[in-house]
């Protein structure tokens, strides 16, 4: 099989994937623009129904539901996989370029044995089965040390990029540590090296106190609309004691971003009409996983507009609505 | 009426923009992801065409056509800014956070009398009366000491979030200094001062000889797909003397920017099939207008993939396609 490859823009320092698995034929974007099939018409015969199960390559891990009589949870390996386990991380030059193997790892996490639940309509039970599955996963890919990242999301419906509706989520796990990540953290370095706190701690007590934006509040966790929210209904959902790493979580603490996760995501699901999202837990790359600086969160981010030209060229989004009227249309 | 804000996000210091003009009501959202209206839809009369000239609040800027008698382009204020010139640069604080007036100008760049036109159809003639208004207006606003950036993009087709089918190109003025761009141009130095070379003039020389990756050449420009395109058929347009400042080109740079724009552009409609894009010119923010590392470039972004958790969360972008592959494809 031919080799992934990983290259490094020389301008921006992020990497890019180009995975073998997942490459289209020049042809084939001729009729993507055209086209776009439903996600129901290309789920003949969906790969993560019970009685599909041979269709995945090999289980990686499964949990039982609370009957222990059938799989809850399974993540097993993405099909067509962004990284591999298989290739290296041996930095190659193309001339001024710089390249690498497409190391890494790209399972999906099945999130119940029913095609048309969400984490929305779930129970609470079934969704606390979900974050024990994110949590044993990343716990066991951090154990391999060329592991430098791992990034759990959920893409929900077409325009967040989903392609099987099957309730679903995926790891990444990177061995490089993403510019993207890493210039978040030499942020909020150079933000406690000032004011010898945390960012996110900081963000968090204001956003506690000012309640202006808070959606909800639990023992554990606070979910709120960033002050300078990149898209309508972006929220973040942050633990509230200092935590670097998502892997630190504690049971009562996984209990509780269930409800947390499960009540924001049902608000949205009921007041905004089942919109698309994408969710990503951002957490501490390797070694940083205790600093006193960096802080886990879950970032939620609604896909209800089109990033344009201006975003792409400045970098700044233009957010049609406003943090507070979203948060206040969320708490009616 | 409202006054706009600038927001700051505190732990990417990228800005978000709030323009009352464009905000939606909460409830607005609910429907946005399920019945997306066509562009011709939304169209019954558009303000671009010959006779409806009024419904534009001012003329900016208009171009006779090659035969004297009617325009040929316009620039007009965009009917809902992101930026106003009126509001005011000044920062303010909201307890931990950062904020400013939306100070700024958009306008819009009608690029033909002709509804159905496109650039990619259009006379050599005519696209190079829309890069001489790209031109004249560029100067113009800088010209205003306030005016730290000037971005000039155009969104084609509706993945690429344009919203009026008339042929039309924008221009967003900023009074800050975004972080993204501001990144690049730390970047851009650091390899300066490294190598005492323009990175840009670099990637351009390596293009060139290497020629693996080139769509297209003339005497002032070189167009090629990026060696880490983020999505796929990503190009380039630069220019290939050194040139920080888009406001810099001479005449016959202009005449063969057009040319190579039209050509590439062309290129991409006849072997994609149309396909949606944005593209935007990268250049100098104020007081870099003369720096040996900073180099100007149009960048063309199609839209044929869907960006999702995984990018939100890494800033790594999967691309399914090739560089190489895009290339052979566009030259077969």
Chains 1, 2 share one sequence.
Request: with cysteine; aromatic share 10%; proline share 6%.
């Amino acid at each position: 099989m031919e080799a992934g490859e990983i290259r490094l823009n020389k301008v921006t320092r992020e990497w890019v994937i180009y995975a073998p698995s997942r490459r289209k034929r020049p042809q084939d974007f001729q009729k993507i623009n055209r086209a776009k099939q439903s996600l129901e018409s290309l789920e003949r015969k969906c790969p993560f129904c019970p009685g599909n199960e041979h269709m995945s390559d090999a289980i990686v891990l499964e949990m039982p539901n609370r009957q222990q009589n059938f799989w809850q949870t399974r993540v097993v390996p993405n099909k067509f996989p962004a990284l591999t386990p298989d290739a290296h991380t041996h930095r190659s030059t193309e001339g001024i370029y710089i390249a690498m193997g497409g190391y890494g790892r790209h399972d999906v996490i099945v999130e119940s044995p029913e095609h048309d639940q969400d984490i929305a309509t779930m129970s609470k039970e079934d969704v606390e089965i979900v974050i024990e599955t994110y949590h044993r996963r990343y716990i066991d890919v951090m154990l391999v040390h060329e592991n430098m990242m791992a990034i759990i999301f959920r893409n929900h419906g077409e325009r967040a990029g989903a392609s099987l509706k099957h309730p679903h989520s995926q790891i990444i796990v990177t061995g490089v540590v993403p510019q993207h990540r890493r210039y978040r953290e030499e942020q909020a370095q150079h933000y406690f090296d000032v004011w010898g706190r945390c960012v996110y701690c900081d963000i968090l007590e204001f956003e506690r106190n000012n309640h202006r934006r808070v959606i909800e509040e639990n023992q554990s966790f606070l979910a709120f609309i960033p002050f300078a929210a990149e898209v309508p209904f972006e929220i973040w959902i942050m633990p509230k004691n200092h935590q670097a790493d998502f892997g630190s979580i504690s049971d009562q603490e996984k209990s509780d971003f269930t409800l947390i996760l499960k009540n924001v995501l049902t608000n949205l699901y009921e007041k905004l009409n089942d919109p698309d999202y994408n969710y990503v837990i951002n957490t501490a790359a390797r070694y940083k996983a205790e600093e006193p600086q960096v802080h886990w969160y879950c970032q939620i981010h609604p896909r209800l507009t089109t990033q344009a030209g201006f975003e792409l060229g400045a970098g700044i989004s233009i957010n049609p609505s406003l943090p507070e009227l979203d948060a206040d249309f969320l708490n009616a």
